[in-house]
């Protein structure tokens, strides 16, 4: 089979809006003012004067012009295979789209009576059904905007569950053990909640370190434990009842980072296997768009025991099978966010489970970690992997091969982009030196999964035969590497017009 | 492709798992629909949302604007919605050159020197504003009034209640229905934050430069923030104010109303504090050839590097709905903008004035508006906007009794460019008859 690089296509410059506006161009019209103009109450000194200055003037197809050629320097999923680690960059159907658009939903403003928002309610506690359903954890609450709001929601409630446990005493419970493989928002998000962290090694086969972890629950002071799994490395946990046992029996909780959970649905669920509390995340698992950064959603789903803690509001069904909002939580950790969440992208994740069906939703994590074993089956002669574990739905592989001839994991990813395809993860988790962590969801068929392996074979010979090729790369994109050491020491945060500059 | 690494069956590549903990069964959800069947669903779902039909003055946190088509046009080009964060520069200029101009337009209408790539909505952004004035001033006391939002209040109070803040809320004048002058005088040499909202819950417009001279001199950081964006048409920008940390909620800028979510909040501060922002920036760089590109840059803040030392725990914002509010102020521009804050003031006032007129209808505040007003009618709001959604099809407002059950009578109204004259008269007339 042929590996075919990228070729050069038209790729259009484009200014800064800024630099296009022209005084007195216009995009848009409004209606008349149709009410008789009146001095307003509103006294000079608290009203602009600086007639927004420095505001682009742009007709209507300079702003299409503009957006559309920035939107071909991008790369994205509907282009091809996006193997994030850790990302789940999965298809995003049009469909779901297209729900999310409907007029009855997009049209309602979130502090509509209840009884005249009965339908946006029955989303959100269908929605809830499915997720507590999925996870085995019957808690559940829809409003944090993101996987890091999802964690600080579930620490918060673990926090609050112990006080309330405790009394006083769980002034003394403030550690939160965290893997040396953790996302990094775990640690941020557990000192949000007032934590302090301690690390718990990872064995040398990519799992929690047992002996270390009875160890440091040893000491009394330990609150709780954050992990994902299957793990950062791709390893699914299997002592997972064993260490949710050792957090238990010290007194603590256990709270599951859920951004792996394409690894699990349908197949295994966290609620089985003593997890406490876990947060998903929709714009991975249940396939919401990435956005280019977001938006998300992180819902949070709990035990029973820890079910009075949730945010509030909550949303639940009365006897005569209507749905409204329950203030009424004392134990509540409070608010997380102002209204119900991202409940677009609850739309969005709903349409998902529902036209995946369970034995749909089944199937595509069989496809996701299918594809990762046989992206691993494919690299391991050529890549250094440092774990013998099968991974699950993503699988890491190091540049110790390729760096013994300079080539480090960096520029790997940059040559990638030159075959087409957008990089893995790189230098993450921490743990593992030069890491690539390859995830290819269960959205690539095995034409692509050959292009795929067939370029990573292809750069591995590369960098025997002509390293600084590699080195160099990409070749073909419309910039280079830039230099991202002078930008932070130079922060240029903002566009500024060019007499600003000289000043 | 089992075959090719050597298994025999689906259930195989789940050997890792120990069998006691994997799921016997079909999961317990529904089976597939068809496109068809799912969209007839949803549809009828969203019939129940008899408020989604309506003549609407709501307000609140969440507005109605005129949304220009070419929005959800750019923000449904598949190499935007379905981009990755952007951590790769080479192949994603297209987001990261559409990030540089979102800070660069929260400078312009907000004052400020720098912006963030977006938060995940005003309220949360308000709380991330409390902590880094907390890490600025090394200082724990935060001051906020009743006339700060109440659910942006509640969620500050859950972010900042393990950080040692404590939250102060001091009363709003019962007279002109502004807060600046009791939180001007609760500020003390312990306090980080004064947060002050404006326009304000009822709509009232703020002292703010009186405010931030107060902050300044006791040395606390004056966080000013706002939920209807669109008055940065109108207002003095909070910066020439000389707010510290600006906070607000980008909804106004063409994002659909969609039940609270997902909005965008807006974040910009002064340069001297760009490395305590929290979540991600865009900054200029160059590559070999001397071209300019941008990439995400002074990372060493972000959790990722810093873990639990980082500036937030934020990892994923609401790209896409910063792309939305990006597209919004470009294709309305210098013009739209003020033109479309403009209509509002006028509208609302000539709102204010016709409903001040009718029998039984005051205005119990005397501070002046921008598009938002509180009204007390003749008997209780909740049962009086009731009657007008089922009689007369329209939404008057939102029931201050919601959150402040002292003020049984009182609604908000908002008006904004989307309300006619026509409409805004309906308002009017049914109100007289109830």
């Known amino acids: ?503 | 492709m089992l075959e090719a690494i050597g298994l025999q069956s689906a259930e195989e590549l789940f050997d890792s798992i120990p069998q006691n903990l994997r799921l016997q069964r079909p999961l317990n959800t529904p089976a597939a629909l068809s496109e068809i069947e799912l969209l007839y669903r949803f549809e009828q779902i969203a019939r129940h949302n008899a408020g989604a039909g309506r003549i609407s003055f709501m307000g609140g946190g969440a507005y109605s604007h005129y949304i220009p088509t070419v929005v959800d046009h750019i923000i449904s080009r598949s190499e935007f919605f379905t981009a990755y964060t952007p951590y790769q520069p080479e192949i994603s200029q297209g987001t990261l050159q559409a990030i540089f101009e979102f800070q660069t337009l929260v400078c312009q209408l907000t004052g400020m020197e720098v912006a963030n790539a977006s938060m995940y909505d005003g309220s949360t952004g308000l709380a991330e504003a409390v902590l880094m004035a907390e890490r600025v001033t090394k200082r724990s006391k935060a001051i906020a009034s009743s006339a700060l939002h109440p659910q942006y209040a509640e969620v500050v109070r859950t972010y900042v209640q393990h950080a040692g803040i404590h939250l102060e809320l001091v009363p709003f004048d019962e007279k002109t229905g502004q807060s600046w002058r009791s939180l001007a005088e609760a500020i003390d040499e312990e306090t980080a934050a004064v947060v002050v909202q404006s326009p304000n819950f009822f709509g009232c417009i703020e002292d703010v430069a009186a405010l931030s001279e107060a902050a300044h001199a006791k040395g606390a950081l004056l966080v000013v923030t706002i939920t209807e964006a669109m008055s940065l048409g109108l207002l003095r920008s909070p910066g020439a104010c000389g707010a510290d940390i600006v906070v607000a909620e980008g909804q106004s800028f063409g994002v659909p109303l969609s039940f609270g979510g997902p909005y965008v909040g807006l974040f910009a501060t002064r340069e001297k504090y760009a490395r305590q922002i929290p979540g991600r920036l865009v900054g200029e760089a160059y590559d070999k050839e001397g071209r300019r590109g941008f990439v995400l840059t002074l990372a060493t803040r972000e959790q990722h590097i810093r873990r639990e030392k980082a500036t937030s725990n934020i990892c994923t914002n609401e790209g896409l709905i910063a792309l939305a509010a990006t597209v919004y102020l470009e294709t309305m521009g210098r013009r739209g903008v003020q033109e479309a804050a403009q209509q509002c003031a006028q509208k609302a006032a000539y709102a204010a004035r016709a409903i001040s007129k009718l029998n039984g209808y005051t205005l119990p505040f005397s501070g002046p508006c921008f598009n938002e007003f509180v009204v007390r009618g003749p008997v209780r709001a909740v049962e009086l906007l009731a009657r007008l959604g089922k009689e007369k099809g329209i939404d008057g407002g939102i029931a201050l009794s919601r959150f402040m059950p002292d003020r049984p009578n009182d609604f908000l109204v908002c008006v904004t460019e989307v309300n006619s004259r026509e409409q805004i008269d309906a308002l009017v007339e049914a109100l007289s008859k109830v």
């Open chain 1, 1 to 503: 089979m042929t590996t075919a690089k990228v070729t050069k296509h038209l790729s259009p410059n484009e200014q800064l809006i800024f630099e296009r506006s022209q005084t007195g161009r216009i995009g848009y019209r409004l209606p008349a003012l149709d009410v008789d103009k009146v001095e307003l109450n509103i006294p000079a000194e608290f009203r602009r004067d600086d007639d927004l200055e420095g505001m682009p003037e742009v007709s209507e197809v300079d702003v299409i012009r503009h957006f559309i050629r920035m939107s071909t320097w991008n790369y994205s999923i509907d282009i091809g295979m996006y193997p994030l680690g850790s990302c789940t960059m999965k298809y995003n159907s049009r469909l779901n789209e297209r729900v999310a658009r409907i007029a009855g939903f997009a049209n309602l403003h979130p502090l509509t009576d209840e009884q005249d928002a009965q339908g946006a309610l029955q989303v959100i506690y269908e929605l809830q059904e499915h997720l507590a359903e999925i996870t085995g954890l019957p808690g559940i609450s829809l409003q944090p905007a993101a996987g890091a709001h999802g964690e600080m929601t579930g620490i918060m409630i673990i926090r609050a569950f112990l006080d309330a446990r405790d009394g006083a005493a769980a002034s003394h419970r403030r550690t939160m053990l965290i893997p040396d493989s953790a996302h990094g928002t775990n640690p941020a998000s557990a000192h949000l909640s007032g934590f302090s962290v301690k690390t718990i090694r990872s064995t040398s086969e990519g799992l929690t370190d047992l002996d270390h972890l009875r160890e440091l629950c040893a000491h009394g002071e330990v609150a709780g434990l954050m992990l994902t799994n299957p793990n950062t490395l791709g390893l699914f946990e299997r002592n997972i009842k064993q260490i949710c046992d050792i957090v238990h029996e010290a007194g603590g909780l256990v709270y599951m980072d859920g951004a792996n959970m394409n690894a699990l649905v349908g197949v295994a669920r966290p609620g089985d296997m003593g997890v406490d509390v876990i947060h998903l995340n929709l714009h991975k698992t249940f396939s919401t768009p990435h956005g280019g950064g977001g938006p998300g959603c992180g819902p949070c789903c709990c035990t029973k025991e820890l079910e009075p803690f949730l945010p509030v509001p909550r949303i639940v069904k009365s006897g005569d099978s209507t749905f409204r909002l329950d203030y009424d939580q004392p134990r509540s950790i409070g608010r997380v966010k102002a209204f119900f969440g991202n409940y677009g992208m609850m739309l969005r994740a709903l349409s998902y489970t529902l036209t995946h069906g369970n034995d749909g939703l089944r199937e595509a994590t069989e496809a996701a970690v299918l594809n990762a074993r046989y992206i691993a089956a494919g690299l391991v002669e050529h890549y250094d992997k440092p774990f013998s574990g099968s991974p699950m739905h993503e699988v890491v592989f190091t540049d110790k091969r390729q760096s013994r001839k300079g080539v480090h994991t960096l520029d790997i990813a940059k040559r990638l982009i030159d075959y087409g395809f957008h990089p893995m993860t790189i230098y993450f988790p921490l743990i593992v030196q030069g890491a690539m962590l390859i995830e290819p969801t269960e959205s690539v068929g095995r034409q692509e999964l050959d292009q795929f392996i067939a370029a990573m074979r292809s750069i591995a010979s590369e960098a025997v035969e002509d390293p600084e090729l590699v080195r160099n790369a990409p070749h073909d994109t419309r910039i280079g590497r830039l230099d991202e050491a002078a930008a932070a020491r130079k922060p240029v945060l903002r566009w500024k017009p060019a007499a600003d500059l000289r000043g």
